[in-house]
């Protein structure tokens, strides 16, 4: 089956800092969404990226989906203390969604 | 913006009891899912139902059982509870299978 494995799994930064997370599917997307859920909270859907390459940013948050449309990343530059948080992304593909594990970003102030 | 919404918030039940989890999602929306979180864990997935039919089922144990009724509510079953089922259990809805999902705030079940 359909398999989406993030990396890294944890990441700790200093504020300031700059981080990415990448998304690698075993399939072919249909497309990709990522979700953000804060300490104690739900997930929160940030944004669906569909064409193959496309890039979409969200002030510090830069998202890009890769040319083969397996592989997505997430980059936030110059972190700040409200970006601690797991981020998630979830690929549809073969008519499902599936969530990948996640990473756990943490900010060293 | 009308949101998810999930009842009760909070559950403690014993071990070997029955505990009903409900879940409202937003309007107009058809699909909703079921997940499971344990502490310090990702979100598992466990069902969904699409036009009250079940359009995808993951790690959702015997026990438990859901339906979506025909104001698209859903109804997570979950019965012989173990300790193990302490968890925070999510619903998120969205419009058709390709959507988006917004999640509810969760209910927090917790066996004793």
């Known amino acids: 089956g359909q398999q989406v494995m993030q990396i890294p799994q944890y990441q700790h930064v200093q504020e300031g800092e700059d981080f990415t997370t990448y998304c690698n599917s075993s399939t072919t997307l249909s497309n990709i969404q990522w979700y953000k859920q804060r300490p104690g909270g739900h997930p929160v859907f940030l944004i669906q990226l569909v064409k193959s390459g496309e890039v979409k940013k969200q002030k510090r948050l830069t998202f890009q989906f890769g040319e083969a449309k397996k592989n997505s990343s997430l980059h936030i530059t110059a972190t700040q203390t409200i970006d601690v948080g797991t981020y998630f992304c979830?690929?549809?593909?073969?008519?499902?969604?599936?969530f990948g594990t996640g990473t756990r970003l943490t900010i060293i102030p | 913006a009308a949101g998810v919404i999930q009842s009760p918030r909070h559950l403690i039940k014993e071990k070997r009891e029955t505990a009903t989890l409900k879940c409202y999602p937003i309007p107009r929306h058809d699909t909703v899912y079921w997940y499971q979180q344990g502490p310090g864990q990702d979100p598992q997935f466990l069902i969904s139902?699409?036009?009250?039919?079940?359009?995808d089922k993951g790690s959702i144990p015997d026990r438990f059982s859901a339906q979506q009724f025909s104001d698209y509510h859903s109804e997570l079953n979950m019965s012989s509870l173990e300790l193990g089922d302490s968890a925070l259990y999510f619903c998120?809805?969205?419009?058709?299978?390709?959507?988006?999902?917004?999640f509810g705030p969760g209910t927090r079940l917790t066996v004793t």
């Open positions: 139902f699409y036009e009250k039919m079940q359009s």
């Open positions: 998120a809805s969205s419009d058709g299978v390709r959507g988006e999902q917004y």
């Open positions: 979830a690929g549809f593909g073969n008519e499902k969604l599936t």
